[in-house]
């Protein structure tokens, strides 16, 4: 059995209405010790306003080689791109 802690993906969201950001990893034996660890190690001058912590095992990632199989089927969903609408002249951002 390995003597190492369990490693932790961080995640802090800075402040209300944007997302969670990916900030870094903390070794840490349980979900509790990974919080505080977390705002040790990346909050310690504020820079956020919740913290998600998640053992790294539990994650489950795509394989880049696998892009075409699993992105190209919403290449023939025509309707969810905004290319079938003129955008007047004034409007410089959506």
């Keep these: 059995m390995s003597k190492e802690w369990p490693l932790w993906e961080v995640f802090v969201r800075a402040k209300n209405?944007?997302?969670h950001k990916h900030v870094g990893s903390v070794h840490a034996a349980?979900?509790?010790m990974a919080i505080e660890a977390a705002r040790?190690?990346?909050t310690r001058r504020m820079e956020g306003i919740s913290l998600w912590v998640v053992?790294?095992?539990?994650?489950v990632a795509s394989d880049p080689?696998?892009?075409?199989?699993?992105f190209e089927p919403a290449a023939d969903k025509v309707y969810r791109h905004p290319t079938f609408y003129?955008?007047?002249?004034h409007i410089k951002n959506i």
């Excluded at 003129?86 to 002249?89: G, K, M, Q, R, V």
């Design 17 to 19: 209405g944007l997302a």
């Design 30 to 32: 349980d979900g509790r």
């Design 40 to 42: 040790d190690t990346y």
């Design 55 to 59: 053992p790294s095992a539990s994650i």
């Design 65 to 70: 080689n696998d892009a075409g199989e699993l």
């Design 86 to 89: 003129s955008i007047p002249d």
